[in-house]
């Protein structure tokens, strides 16, 4: 079935750059999502990236998509301490109205 | 602000209990789906409707079922509370029919089952 792996938490100072890494097994994945939670909060969709491309930037966030290894990762530029959240890894194909299939999260904490 | 809202916050219920958990999407979002997020974990999902009909289910027994309403609200009915239910629900809505769009959540319900 399908399985989205993420290292559970990342420790990093304000100021430095924070890179959370998934891996997936799902072949036929077209979308992958990146979403954030606050405590006590929903998720909230950060950025996403279409199977076709290799990376994409917004602003202090660069996702890069290695399709062969089936690795995603999501950058953030100028960590803040308001970044310190959990960030989830999500994935979801194009075949009829399929689900998101969720990592478990990793916990960004970021040091003042 | 995703404009999906759902109602309770927050909610306390016994085993053997049954429980409504409900949801309002954006007008013209015609589907939505519902997850559960135990403490710790990722969210799993539980089911979707699209246009008021199930559309795909998650591996949840069928004492989960859910409605979807022509003004976009959609309610989560969970029957014979069990504890391992205690987690947080939430929606997600997405325009049009197709529910590999982004879909945007709602800030959730937390269910606490004693």
């Known amino acids: 079935g399908e399985d989205v792996e993420q290292s559970l938490f990342l420790s990093v100072r304000e100021g430095d750059s924070s890179v959370i890494n998934c891996t997936y097994t799902?072949?036929?994945?077209?979308?992958l999502y990146w979403y954030k939670q606050e405590p006590g909060a929903g998720l909230q969709l950060l950025t996403y990236?279409?199977?076709?491309?290799d990376m994409k930037q917004d602003q202090r966030l660069t996702v890069l998509l290695n399709k062969k290894d089936k690795h995603l990762s999501l950058r953030i530029a100028d960590t803040q301490t308001g970044d310190s959240a959990i960030y989830f890894c999500?994935?979801?194909?194009?075949?009829?109205?399929?689900?998101?299939?969720f990592g478990k999260g990793t916990r960004l904490s970021v040091i003042a | 602000e995703t404009g999906v809202t759902q109602s309770p916050t927050h909610l306390i219920k016994t085993r053997g209990q049954q429980v409504t958990l409900r949801c309002s999407s954006q007008?013209?979002?015609?589907?939505v789906s519902w997850y559960q997020q135990a403490l710790g974990q990722g969210p799993q999902f539980i089911f979707q409707?699209?246009?008021?009909?199930?559309?795909g289910r998650g591996n949840f027994p069928p004492r989960f079922s859910g409605l979807q309403f022509p003004n976009y609200s959609s309610e989560l009915n969970v029957n014979a509370l069990e504890l391992d239910d205690s987690a947080l629900y939430l929606c997600?809505?997405?325009?049009?029919?197709?529910?590999?769009?982004?879909?945007?959540f709602g800030p959730g319900t937390r269910l606490t089952v004693l």
């Open positions: 409707y699209y246009r008021e009909e199930e559309n």
């Open positions: 999500a994935e979801s194909s194009l075949s009829g109205n399929t689900p998101l299939v």
């Open positions: 997600a809505s997405t325009p049009g029919g197709r529910g590999t769009d982004t879909q945007y």
């Open positions: 990236i279409f199977s076709n491309m």
């Open positions: 007008s013209g979002h015609n589907t």
């Open positions: 799902d072949s036929s994945s077209t979308y």
